[in-house]
């Protein structure tokens, strides 16, 4: 079982700055979970911040250029592996073997809806040899589910084993809220004009936590030069 229990995460800038509290997840040994939200609502974050502190999760984060080879050596890499000298299958069989004798492996694909169909389609052979032996979680914006979903309706190759290898299920993130952007600039000590400015400009980027951060860098700099 692999928890995630009350996780709080503070930004660079002082004891008590701005944070990501409480946040709550918990996977069952072997489960493959796909995790949507908007960009900025912390995904990244939080799956950096939870690979960091457990010894056999490993974050792999994805990109529209990736192809077969690259997929399958970063995840060698993360998991500790060497790459020269071996093929892609060689590896591939390394990872597996490496991964099973593990107690609570999971991997972690962040921004997984950049992967190319080729790609994406190459999970399911890493799902059917890992299958009760690792989790997988999968972190993307809503349009994975999109193309899930133009995948199934044209019966296009591998989308219906993709799909039933994840539950048939998409879990959503929590939209960042006006209290999300709130609580971060009390934490960063933000007075009400300053709380005011950021929440403004927040709020016309649907809160997006990328631009908060910014506009709280921002208030406390204008703050220092005063």
């Known amino acids: 079982m692999i928890q995630l229990k009350n996780i709080n995460f503070c930004y660079a800038g002082g004891e008590n700055?701005?944070?990501?509290?409480?946040?709550?997840?918990?996977?069952?040994?072997g489960q493959v979970v796909l995790l949507?939200?908007?960009?900025?609502c912390g995904k990244t974050t939080t799956a950096r911040l939870f690979a960091e502190e457990q010894r056999e999760t490993f974050y792999v984060l994805c990109?529209?250029?990736m192809k077969k080879s690259d997929f399958v050596r970063e995840i060698a890499r993360k998991t500790g592996l060497r790459t020269e000298g071996y093929s892609i299958r060689e590896l591939l069989d390394r990872i597996i073997d490496s991964l099973v004798q593990?107690?609570?492996?999971?991997?972690?694909?962040?921004?997984?809806?950049?992967?190319t169909e080729?790609?994406?389609h190459y999970f399911i052979d890493l799902y059917n040899r890992l299958e009760d032996k690792c989790g997988i979680v999968f972190f993307s914006t809503s349009y994975i589910k999109r193309r899930m979903q133009i995948g199934l309706r044209y019966n296009k190759c591998g989308y219906n084993e993709i799909h039933s290898?994840?539950?048939?299920?998409?879990?959503e993130v929590e939209?960042?809220?006006?209290?999300?952007?709130?609580a971060i600039c009390a934490g960063n000590g933000l007075n009400e004009k300053q709380t005011a400015?950021?929440?403004k400009d927040a709020e016309q980027y649907d809160f997006d936590l990328r631009r908060v951060k910014k506009a709280v860098h921002r208030e406390k700099r204008m703050a220092f030069k005063q």
């Open 102 to 115: 593990m107690d609570e492996p999971l991997l972690i694909f962040d921004e997984a809806d950049k992967l």
């Open 165 to 171: 290898r994840m539950g048939r299920k998409f879990f």
């Open 197 to 199: 400015a950021v929440v």
């Open 118 to 120: 080729r790609v994406f």
């Open 36 to 40: 949507c939200g908007r960009s900025g």
């Open 175 to 182: 939209r960042t809220s006006p209290n999300d952007v709130y």
């Open 17 to 29: 700055a701005g944070r990501l509290e409480q946040i709550n997840l918990e996977i069952p040994d």
């Open 63 to 65: 990109s529209e250029d």
